[in-house]
């Protein structure tokens, strides 16, 4: 198999990698952005063909430089940061660029699988269903969920979603993810603070039906989010968009709880202002409908909540990368 990742420096694309290599496949073009990040040290060892920088990459691949004996593209390259709001920049990235990738992967024939996001439900009002017609009446809460939605959009009314494979993934945490600063996982995020004895800190709800901490999330385990990936680049015939979560909320209260429990600590948790940017845009309540993921027969076990943060805290305590 010799396949393309783009995003491959980044968290989900270099557990991904790893994956790949673990299953055989060293055949790998890797796609990113390293500038001055740390995204580097995601990619030592690792085993791959060739490594490209994004702004050089889309002009290779069209104008035929890099050839067309590409069996998969997997893109999980994006702009991720939620908070970001120069909207320009995440439709050039998240849809313009994507659209670009995926005409040239269907104009020769080539398995495109590419990264969208749960952010696109927005105030989850319409449910989490991963079909088609609910898709196209989602409204999200930030600007880089509408752009994620923008290229789902544009697979759907064109009738395309029966050739690509998409992924919609929830809250995603786990190895690999030190290099993303503020869009860090919780775990990730307070993992150190909470080791030197210092307590969590979680939003405030601002909502009367949750109380702090209370606010809910499908969290999902990386090796967990990979696992399901893998499942579709090998049965290249399963196409469509698909939720990649749990299928299960649990609160940030139960996460904070499992890392205190993974470190032999009490809990104790502080609860804090949330930013009033960012107040009106938050999603209270996620959780994954994987009845579709189902019937197209991936049928991977989760990992159970307090297991995965044992096991990540594994790797945080050793600074380690999968």
């Not at 990264?115 to 999200?140: F, H, I, K, M, Q």
């Not at 759907?156 to 503020?182: A, C, M, Q, W």
């Not at 109380?211 to 015939?237: C, L, N, S, W």
Request: hydrophobic share 40%; aromatic share 14%.
């Amino acid at each position: 198999m010799k396949v393309i990742v783009t995003g491959g420096a980044g968290f989900i694309g270099s557990c991904l990698i790893s994956k790949l290599n673990a299953e055989g496949v060293g055949d790998i073009l890797v796609v990113d952005e390293l500038a001055d990040t740390e995204k580097w040290k995601n990619l030592c060892g690792k085993t791959f063909e060739d490594y490209i920088e994004k702004k050089d990459f889309l002009s290779l691949l069209e104008s035929g430089r890099l050839g067309t004996s590409f069996d998969r593209i997997i893109h999980m390259g994006a702009a991720t940061s939620t908070t970001e709001t120069d909207a320009s920049y995440l439709v050039e990235n998240n849809y313009r660029y994507t659209r670009r990738l995926c005409e040239w992967a269907l104009a020769k024939k080539v398995h495109f699988l590419y990264a969208s996001s749960a952010a696109t439900y927005g105030d989850g009002s319409l449910g989490y269903s991963d079909n088609d017609e609910v898709s196209l009446a989602l409204r999200p809460l930030n600007m880089y969920g509408y752009s994620k939605q923008l290229f789902d959009l544009w697979l759907i009314r064109n009738k395309l979603t029966s050739k690509v494979t998409g992924f919609k993934f929830f809250n995603v945490f786990g190895p690999n993810e030190y290099h993303k600063g503020d869009m860090m996982s919780l775990v990730c995020r307070a993992f150190d603070e909470v080791r030197r004895g210092e307590p969590m800190r979680l939003f405030k709800s601002y909502n009367a039906a949750y109380a702090h901490g209370e606010q809910k999330r499908d969290f999902i385990y990386v090796k967990d989010a990979v696992a399901m990936v893998y499942y579709f680049i090998t049965h290249p015939a399963k196409k469509g968009i698909f939720n990649i979560g749990s299928g299960k909320a649990r609160s940030w209260n139960e996460l904070a709880s499992a890392l205190f429990a993974a470190l032999g600590m009490k809990p104790d948790i502080r609860y804090i202002e949330m930013p009033p940017a960012i107040r009106e845009k938050y999603q209270y309540f996620t959780e994954a409908d994987l009845t579709k993921l189902r019937k197209a027969g991936c049928r991977h076990a989760i990992t159970p909540l307090g297991e995965a943060v044992k096991d990540y805290a594994g790797y945080l305590s050793g600074r380690s990368y999968l």
